[in-house]
Every structure is written in structure tokens, then in C-alpha cells.
């Protein structure tokens, strides 16, 4: 049993407050991980318990293995060929059940998918006080991302505290009249981050350098991923094609592409990119060998939102394959650009990168505006002061 989940008296138990935990996909949990252990950290403060709704599977169990975290309830919605229809609905069911066995003071839901949208509308049925961790994004665009915009602008509305990671956070907060219990605690994907690569200095870095064999010491690599949905089509073959023309123009750099499972990006990835030898097309990764493989890298091409923020605190450039984000503050820092997917921007601004020292400089060394690992604690700290 994990000694943090131990009470030593039922009076503890009595006087504590219960906190739920509701996601279901990777992203989220990598957030969630280390805030969940800063809670089971104080049992005599707070009751804590982990719902997952497994909107992701085999990821999700991936990062739970990782930081050691035991789901007490999973509803287990993964299903080939889901919709959001599908998703919303059963989400929704399941919770009604869960809340049912264990209705809790604080739901805790993280970010922007359907289940952090979906958690938070069962606590506001059952009114049990919902918690926004990273609340607050906003790209300004209700279908970019899709339908991440519209998930976090919903949870926003129904939640209680909202925990934002940035003052930009807040004042989007402030336009939308959501001004009470709000707390700037900068983002908790950065304290997964260095948790993260603590546990695997601890495991031993050789044994997810194994998985990259393909890689010599002394090569320059580029971290790739594109997976967003409002790019599939004509933009993403155009970023392929990018990625191809910067692989031909530096034969010496090596550019490795995790490819997200989706068809609608395999398919043109692996028409236009299978073959090129200083590109290596890979399956996904788990969390530990990505943040091996940031760590690793030079710069990172992406359209994540995550990962905007976490290459940033390892030195890394970030090029944002996005035509809005909702993390702009990474933008006017400097730490990262928008390329967009066009195709000679991307080209263009990766080129800088690697031939002007200066100009990567210049952004490897800008401050990270997004956190310096201890949002968790701040939050556990502000949810005691509440429970007083």
C-alpha cells in the first residue's frame, strides 16, 4: 500500500477534505501525476482518490505506471472509432455512478479535453466544487483547437477555483467575468517534467537511450510532432513537405517523428517522408522516452500545446506548427515562434535556428514563462487555506 495513502486515525479521515481526481487521457495525466502526490503527500488534510475514464488507454496506463499512480475508479471508455458523442455520453454516465459510491467536496479536471469538460459538469450537477487546473487558455478561436477551445471555456464556467498558469491566463479569465478564486500557480506540466526526468536519472538514462539506437552522440537532432485535427488535409502534407526540404537541406541533422496513430496523419507522413534516410518515422512514445528525447534534442518542431511549454525549460527552441495558440506567452518570451504549416516559413525559421548561433541563443536562453516546477505545491497549499 502506498504509505501516503494511509491515515492514521478515522478522525483524520473525518476532518479531511475528499478530493477527486476525474481525467482520461495522457496529456492529462502527466499534469495531474504530480499534483495527485503532493495531495496523497497530506493525509491528514485531504482524502484523495484518482478516477480515470481511460478517453486514451494504453497511453494513459503508461504515464500512471510511470509516477506510481493506482486509479480508484476506472470507467474504461476506450472504443474503436469513438466520437465526442460517444465519449460525452458514456463520461458522463460513469461519473453519475462514481459519484454515487463516493461523492467528493473537490473535483479536480485538468485542461481542455472532453473528459476534463465532462468532469466538470457532474460536479456542477451533484454541486460538489469543481478545480480548473490550467485554466484560463484561450486561442480566441472556438474551432482551433477543436473542440479543445470550447471544452476549456465550458469547464471554466462551471468550476469553482481556477488555477491559472499565467497572469495571461488570468486577465482571459477576468474577460469572461470569472474573477473569484482565481490563483496564478504557474503549470504543473513543468513540475511533471523535472519529476519526470529525476525518475528516469534514477533509473538510469541508458536504458531509454536504448530505444534510439539509431542516433550517434555527437548528431544534432530535431524533436517532430503533428497530430492537431484542424491541420489534416492539404496543411499537413505541406508541413511533411517542410520536414522533407529541411532533411535534404541538412543531411547531417536527424529529424525523429513520433507519428500519432490517427490515419489522417499516417497516411501522409508516410507517403511523403518513409525512405529519407536522416528521418526516422517512429511509433509514439511513452512519456519517459519523449522527455528523453526532448532532453536530447536541439529544437523541437511541434504543434502540441504541452510541449510548447516543457521544451522551454530544457533550453530547447520550440517552432509551433499552429496559426493561433492559446500559449502565446511563450511567443512574446521568445522561447517559442509560429510557423504555421506553411511550408517556407517552417523551412525558413528552422534554417536560423540551425546556422545562426545567435538567434538560437537568443531563444534557448529566454526565461521560461511557464513555471519552475512547484505549481503543485502552491496548489495544495491554497486548497488548505480554503479548507480552513
Not at 96 to 122: C, K, M, S, Y
Not at 217 to 232: A, K, N, P, Y
Not at 305 to 313: D, V
Not at 333 to 345: E, F, N, P, S, W
Amino acid at each position: 500500500m502506498n504509505p501516503a495513502r494511509t491515515v492514521s486515525s478515522a478522525v483524520m479521515i473525518a476532518e479531511s477534505k475528499k478530493i477527486l481526481f476525474v481525467f482520461g487521457t495522457r496529456p492529462e495525466a502527466i499534469k495531474m501525476a504530480p499534483l495527485i502526490r503532493a495531495f496523497l503527500a497530506h493525509p491528514d488534510r485531504f482524502e484523495t482518490k484518482v478516477c480515470v475514464t481511460a478517453q486514451h488507454r494504453e497511453m494513459l496506463d503508461q504515464v500512471l505506471n510511470f509516477f506510481d499512480i493506482r486509479p480508484d475508479f476506472d470507467l474504461d471508455l476506450m472504443k474503436p472509432d469513438q466520437t465526442l458523442f460517444d465519449i460525452t455520453a458514456k463520461a458522463l454516465a460513469g461519473l453519475a455512478r462514481v459519484l454515487d459510491e463516493w461523492l467528493p467536496d473537490h473535483i479536480f479536471v485538468q485542461g481542455d479535453t472532453t473528459t476534463a469538460f465532462v468532469g466538470a459538469l457532474a460536479g456542477y450537477y451533484r454541486k460538489v466544487k469543481v478545480c480548473h487546473v490550467e485554466a484560463g487558455l484561450r486561442s480566441g478561436n472556438m474551432y482551433s483547437p477543436f473542440p479543445e477551445e470550447g471544452n476549456r471555456i465550458l469547464a471554466g464556467h462551471l468550476s469553482t477555483y481556477h488555477f491559472a498558469p499565467t497572469e495571461q491566463a488570468k486577465v482571459n479569465l477576468a474577460r469572461e467575468g470569472i474573477t473569484e478564486n482565481v490563483h496564478v500557480v504557474q503549470n504543473t506540466v513543468i513540475d511533471a517534467l523535472f519529476l519526470g526526468l529525476e525518475l528516469i536519472k534514477k533509473q538510469g538514462k541508458g536504458k531509454y537511450a536504448k530505444r534510439f539506437d539509431f542516433l550517434n552522440d555527437t548528431q544534432r537532432v530535431i524533436l517532430l510532432t503533428g497530430h492537431r485535427r484542424e491541420s489534416f488535409g492539404a496543411p499537413f502534407e505541406d508541413l511533411c513537405n517542410a520536414t522533407k526540404d529541411i532533411a535534404e537541406r541538412f543531411p547531417d541533422i536527424a529529424i525523429v517523428y513520433p507519428v500519432h496513430l490517427n490515419p489522417n496523419v499516417r497516411e501522409p507522413v508516410n507517403r511523403i517522408l518513409a525512405g529519407i534516410q536522416n528521418i526516422h518515422l517512429i511509433e509514439p512514445l511513452d512519456y519517459p522516452h519523449l522527455i528523453w528525447l526532448m532532453d536530447r534534442s536541439c529544437l523541437v518542431i511541434t504543434d502540441s500545446g504541452g510541449i510548447q511549454e516543457e521544451a522551454p525549460s530544457l533550453g530547447k527552441p520550440v517552432l509551433v506548427m499552429r496559426d493561433v495558440t492559446e500559449r502565446m506567452e511563450g511567443v512574446e518570451a521568445g522561447t517559442a515562434k509560429l510557423v504555421g504549416t506553411d511550408r517556407k516559413k517552417i523551412v525558413s525559421e528552422c534554417t536560423t535556428l540551425l546556422n545562426d548561433r545567435a538567434a538560437y541563443d537568443r531563444m534557448a536562453s529566454s526565461i521560461n514563462p511557464y513555471g519552475d516546477g512547484k505549481a503543485s505545491e502552491r496548489i495544495v497549499a491554497i486548497m488548505h487555506s480554503h479548507a480552513n
